[in-house]
T-cell receptor, first 112, second 113 residues
Framework: TQLLEQSPQFLSIQEGENLTVYCNSS?????LQWYRQEPGEGPVLLVT???GGEVKKLKRLTFQFGDARKDSSLHITAAQPGDTGLYLC????????????WGAGTKLIIKP | NAGVTQTPKFQVLKTGQSMTLQCAQD?????MYWYRQDPGMGLRLIYY???????DKGEVPNGYNVSRLNKREFSLRLESAAPSQTSVYFC????????????FGPGTRLTVT
C-alpha cells in the first residue's frame, strides 16, 4: 500500500512570511503533482515534477522533487493572501495507469 | 472553453432518494473521474472512465453507478442516497495517461438527511 503524508496539516502565517510544506512517502514515484484548492472550488494543477532533484518555480512558489523521488516540498516566498488554500500533492499509483494517490493536504491561511 | 462543468452545484436529498450528478468537459480529454472529498480524508476516487465506452471502480464505488455517455459526458448516480454519502463530489478529466494531469470541475455539494 502506498501511503502519502503531507505536513503540516494546517498553517496560518502573516503576509510576507516564507513557508515550506512537505509531501512524504516511503514509496518511489515516477512523478508527482501539486494542486491548490481554494474554498468552494475544485483543485487546480500547479506543477508536475518528474526527475529526482528537479526544481520548478512558479512565480513565488518553488517546488522540489526529492533526489530519491520519495518526497517533495513546496516553498512559498513572501506569502500573500491570494496563496490561501488547500495544497495537495498527488503522485500516480504504481498499480494503476489512471489513478493518483491523494494526500490529505496542507490547509494554508495567509493573514493580511 | 468552459473546461469541466458540473451540475447541480448544491443538492439536498432525503435518505432513500436517488439523483444523478452530471459532468461534461470540452477539452477533448479521453479520461474522466468522479471523486468525493470529505474533511480530513483527501480526495477518494469513486469511479473512472479511461476512455469512451469503459468504466472502472475506484476506491469507494459502493452505492454509486456511472455512465460514460459519450466522450464529453460522465454522470454519477446515487440510487438510494444514505447520510454517509453527504460529501462534496468532484468530476475531473485528463488528456492522457502521461503525467496523469487532471482538471477539475467546481464540485457538487450534496447533503443527505
Amino acid at each position: 500500500t502506498q501511503l502519502l503524508e503531507q505536513s503540516p496539516q494546517f498553517l496560518s502565517i502573516q503576509e510576507g512570511e516564507n513557508l515550506t510544506v512537505y509531501c512524504n512517502s516511503s514509496s518511489v514515484f515516477s512523478s508527482l503533482q501539486w494542486y491548490r484548492q481554494e474554498p468552494g472550488e475544485g483543485p487546480v494543477l500547479l506543477v508536475t515534477v518528474v526527475t529526482g532533484g528537479e526544481v520548478k518555480k512558479l512565480k513565488r512558489l518553488t517546488f522540489q522533487f526529492g533526489d530519491a523521488r520519495k518526497d517533495s516540498s513546496l516553498h512559498i516566498t513572501a506569502a500573500q493572501p491570494g496563496d490561501t488554500g488547500l495544497y495537495l500533492c498527488a503522485p500516480p499509483r504504481e498499480d494503476s495507469n489512471y489513478q493518483l494517490i491523494w494526500g490529505a493536504g496542507t490547509k494554508l491561511i495567509i493573514k493580511p | 472553453n468552459a473546461g469541466v462543468t458540473q451540475t447541480p452545484k448544491f443538492q439536498v436529498l432525503k435518505t432513500g432518494q436517488s439523483m444523478t450528478l452530471q459532468c461534461a468537459q470540452d477539452m477533448n480529454h479521453n479520461s474522466m473521474y468522479w471523486y468525493r472529498q470529505d474533511p480530513g480524508m483527501g480526495l477518494r476516487l469513486i469511479y473512472y472512465s479511461a476512455s469512451e465506452g469503459t468504466t472502472d471502480k475506484g476506491e469507494v464505488p459502493n452505492g454509486y453507478n456511472v455512465s460514460r455517455l459519450n466522450k464529453r459526458e460522465f454522470s454519477l448516480r446515487l440510487e438510494s442516497a444514505a447520510p454517509s454519502q453527504t460529501s462534496v463530489y468532484f468530476c475531473a478529466s485528463s488528456r492522457a495517461r502521461v503525467l496523469y494531469e487532471q482538471y477539475f470541475g467546481p464540485g457538487t455539494r450534496l447533503t443527505v438527511t
